[in-house]
């Protein structure tokens, strides 16, 4: 590569991280925003976790059927690592799916003004392969709650509480968990944001103890979105964790009365 050319996907590189901001949360932090993604468009998003246990890639798939209900389906596959009862080290390819949510929109936020509050519910399907797959049907339920300040949604705080029930299918033993979080995302500069918080428990998997991530979000356009972060657990089956994560988030519309404001808003 000639150093005419390295300049210039420098360049384009620079100006698409400079580009218009929008205000969608995604995986792979744990504290959801009170939002939906609107009627007849789809969100495709991955992730990844990388830390001494192993790897984990995740994938989903929303869909807005109209402006206050989204479904999303969701699998993830990867490589744990572990050591067995004779302390040696083990390497197990490992995946599950699909893990089904459906997100409610009780109230839409506005900046400086009332939070926005979503519901949402769903269970995780006990299929696949390896240690990934649940030990049986975990059901889960939250609420989200987004507060917005800034004309231009300079500073966001989300919260969010709910519960999960896990039905072990070997032990027939009943495990219930709360879970709850609280994030931030503040904005430094056009489509770059600072992201953080510190959750209890995950939805999505059941007897996760307590951890924080914080870390950098961009927004390229409306419908791109990167995130990077570090994390480490505070206390559970995950207190002496590290690890790093990093996703991407693209959004397609198939509504041909879509609109957004300037500051990145859908217009309804």
């Known amino acids: 590569m000639t150093k005419k050319n390295l300049k210039t996907i420098l360049i384009l590189i620079a100006f ?9 949360a995604v995986r792979p932090f744990i504290t ?3 939002t939906l993604i609107g009627k007849k ?4 998003a991955n992730w990844f976790y990388a830390s001494k246990a192993g790897t984990e890639i995740w994938h989903s798939l929303n869909y807005g059927l109209n402006d206050w209900v989204e479904i999303n389906v969701l699998g993830f ?12 080290t083990i390497k197990e390819w ?11 929109l009780i109230r839409d936020y506005e900046p400086n003004s009332w939070p ?3 519901v949402a519910v769903g269970t995780d399907i ?5 240690p990934f797959v649940a030990e049986g049907n975990n059901v889960f339920a939250f609420t989200s709650a987004t507060q917005c300040f800034g004309k231009h949604e300079e500073l966001l705080f989300h919260a969010q509480i709910g519960a999960t029930y896990l039905r072990n299918k070997k032990s027939k033993e009943t495990l219930i968990g709360v879970v ?7 904005k430094v500069y056009k489509g770059l944001h600072l992201i953080g918080e510190i959750v209890n428990g995950d939805p999505y998997e059941h007897g996760v103890g307590s951890l924080y991530q914080f870390g950098i979000r961009q927004f390229v356009n409306d419908d791109l979105q990167f995130d990077l972060a570090f994390g480490a657990g505070i206390s559970g089956d995950i207190k002496a964790s590290t690890w790093f994560t990093g996703g991407i988030r693209y959004v397609l519309s198939f509504n041909k009365d879509d609109r957004f404001a300037a500051n990145g808003r859908r217009i309804n």
């Open 16 to 24: 698409f991280m400079l580009s218009v901001n929008s205000i969608r």
């Open 32 to 34: 959801d925003d009170a």
């Open 41 to 44: 468009r789809a969100e495709i």
């Open 77 to 88: 596959w990867g490589r744990s690592r572990f050591e067995n009862a004779e302390g040696k």
């Open 94 to 104: 490992s995946y599950t799916l699909p893990l089904l949510q459906t997100k409610f």
């Open 116 to 118: 926005g509050i979503t």
């Open 126 to 130: 006990p299929w696949g392969k390896g």
């Open 180 to 186: 709850f979080g609280f994030g931030t995302q503040v």
